[in-house]
């Protein structure tokens, strides 16, 4: 059965297994005066399916009953299973205007996301091989997030869930319309996959996306950073009752790895290259390297973009150097 933590009155936290090693997202289910509201569904896959059907059973939800699914973002793990779970319920679905346009672009039928990701991969250094099956599990994917829910823009500042007001904050970064939820009077913070405790949130250069996500990301950091917050409800992981603290050791893990990435750079260094350093100490499936490159990716341009390292083509293939090499 779920393991389903009651947070406050009228929240309620929900384990839905993920076929991934964090092992969940957690989905937040809101008791309101005439139904439920919902923020983010799940991947669609069996176990996720069984999980809703226990959670409704056990928390004596009429799934007819359930008015809105708020999506947090546009990722797999979270928006997977909006259209499944609206052919049940008839529920609206609202996701940020940034990651609706990547639904279409992403999921859309005739995508061409995944083939433009291997180009990318391949420009940077990825040997062919590699970049195929970079190529073809990310095509895999879209059997996880079908039937494509009918998706309204969320355009209000503020929501109500569990009868509370929540203002709406854009936190781009892990995606271009990642949204967080913040109730003020009881300093709650839904944080999606802005903060998690533990792991740090993956900041990725994507075909389609910002030129510049980790810039973004450290300015979304601290527009969280200035709140309130007396407890933070992330999607995967533990709650974070120290939030200010988690910022600030994730803002060291960036710093850190931009000043591995700097290094390793030197006088010309593709992202592959690049990555294979980073993460040399374990090996990594095609699902995990396409992360892998992206993240560097997301890592070089910001070196890129404070005037550390500068870029170049050559025959094709990009490289990226340190810029006081250049002349020297
Ligand atoms: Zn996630």
């Known amino acids: 059965m779920p393991n389903i933590e009651q947070i406050a009155k009228n929240i309620y936290r929900i384990p839905i297994p993920v076929p991934f090693p964090m092992k969940y997202v957690y989905c937040y ?3 309101e005066v005439d139904g439920w509201n919902l923020v983010d569904a799940g991947f669609h896959y069996p176990d996720a399916v069984d999980a809703w059907k226990q959670v409704f059973r056990q928390l004596r939800v009429n799934p007819k009953h359930i008015r809105s699914i708020y999506l947090t973002h546009f990722h797999p793990d979270h928006f997977g299973l ?8 008839g529920a609206k679905a609202f996701i940020s205007k940034e990651d609706y346009l990547m639904v279409e672009r992403v999921w859309g039928q005739n995508s061409r996301q995944a083939s433009l990701v291997g180009a990318i ?51 781009p970064g892990h995606s271009d319309g990642l949204v967080n939820f913040y109730q003020p009077e009881h300093q709650l913070l839904l944080a999606a996959d802005h903060v998690l405790d533990k792991i740090t949130p993956n900041i990725s250069l994507w075909p389609g996306c910002s030129p510049n996500p980790l810039k973004n990301y450290f300015s979304s950091l601290s527009k969280i950073d200035e709140l309130d917050i007396q407890l933070a409800l992330p999607a995967h992981g533990a709650v974070i009752h120290q939030l200010q603290k988690r910022i600030s050791e994730i803002r060291r893990h960036h710093e850190k790895r931009l000043n591995q990435m700097f290094s390793f750079a030197k006088d010309g260094q593709t992202a592959y290259e690049i990555a294979s350093k980073v993460f040399q100490h374990k090996e990594l499936s095609p699902h995990q390297w396409r992360f892998a490159i992206a993240e560097t990716l997301a890592h070089l341009e910001y070196l890129v973009s404070i005037g550390q390292l500068i870029k170049m083509e050559r025959n094709g293939i990009i490289f990226y150097q340190q810029a006081n090499k250049k002349g020297a």
């Open 82 to 89: 909006t259209g499944w779970m609206q052919e049940l319920t």
């Open 29 to 31: 289910l809101f008791q």
């Open 121 to 171: 991969c391949k420009q940077n250094g990825v040997p062919d091989s590699l970049a195929t099956q970079i190529e073809e599990n990310m095509r895999k994917l879209s059997k996880h997030v079908t039937p494509l829910p009918s998706l309204t823009i969320l355009e209000e500042k503020e929501v109500t869930l569990g009868g509370r007001s929540w203002k709406v904050i854009l936190v």
